[in-house]
């Protein structure tokens, strides 16, 4: 049973960077593509962008000028960090698995917990 | 982006009620469709895939249709297990988008 993680600090400072980490167990990262997807009061769910197990990344262009994706597949990990937070990107922050083995498909099987993020000083 | 429109955004109904949610697209999405129940306190759980496939484990109570811009999601008889919001998901186009949601509450 693949199961996801996220980890990292519950509370970042305005201007600063947020940095989280997404543990894999019960499956290997290479293969797949990995998302992170957020979720706050005021924008609903937010897909934020995938990496797969290559290292391959696309991200929101909403975002992407403040995001970078990186993947450990030796740790089965991969990450996010977004850098000038401000108080909108307070959320809950979830890493999900897509389901297809061979291409991004859309579909997502598996999903950690979230860790919710707040970004105050 | 591709806009997801959901309605309602909340009901309210009887155990044993049928439910229907709509799920409307600002631009044709073909079959790229999805729908996650997400209970208080848990992340969305993938029901539906493809519009009308139903994820391995999922109550056949639950099912999809549509395609192009409309799209519906059904539970044919309401459960209590059922109270959660639900969320329609397109992969069409990127970025991935979602609907804003409807919670479903027992009446």
């Known amino acids: 049973q693949v199961q996801l993680q996220e980890s990292g600090p519950g509370l970042v400072k305005p201007s600063e960077t947020l940095s989280l980490t997404c543990t894999v167990s019960g499956g290997p990262l290479s293969s797949n593509y990995w998302n992170w997807i957020r979720q706050s009061q005021g924008k609903g769910l937010e897909w934020i962008g995938y990496?797969?197990?290559?290292?391959?990344?696309i991200q929101n262009p909403s975002l992407k000028s403040r995001v970078t994706l990186s993947i450990d597949t030796s740790k089965n990990q991969f990450y996010l960090k977004l850098t000038s937070v401000t108080a909108a990107d307070t959320a809950i922050y979830f890493c999900?698995?897509?389901?297809?083995?061979?291409?991004?498909?859309?579909?997502?099987?598996?999903w950690g917990q979230g860790a919710l993020v707040t970004v105050s000083s | 982006d591709i806009h997801l429109t959901q309605s309602p955004s909340s009901l309210s109904a009887s155990i044993g009620d049928r439910v229907t949610i709509a799920c409307q697209a600002s631009?044709?999405?073909?079959?790229?469709l999805n729908w996650y129940q997400q209970k208080a306190g848990k992340a969305p759980n993938l029901l539906i895939y493809d519009v009308s496939n139903l994820e391995a484990g999922v109550p056949s109570r639950f099912s999809g249709s549509g395609s192009g811009t409309d799209f519906t999601f059904t539970i044919s008889s309401l459960q209590p297990e059922d109270v959660a919001t639900y969320y329609c998901q397109q992969y069409d186009n990127l970025p991935l988008t979602f609907g804003g949601g409807t919670k479903v509450e027992i009446k």
């Open positions: 990496i797969n197990y290559s290292g391959n990344t």
């Open positions: 999900a698995r897509e389901s297809g083995y061979i291409g991004s498909n859309g579909r997502f099987d598996y």
């Open positions: 631009q044709g999405i073909s079959q790229h």
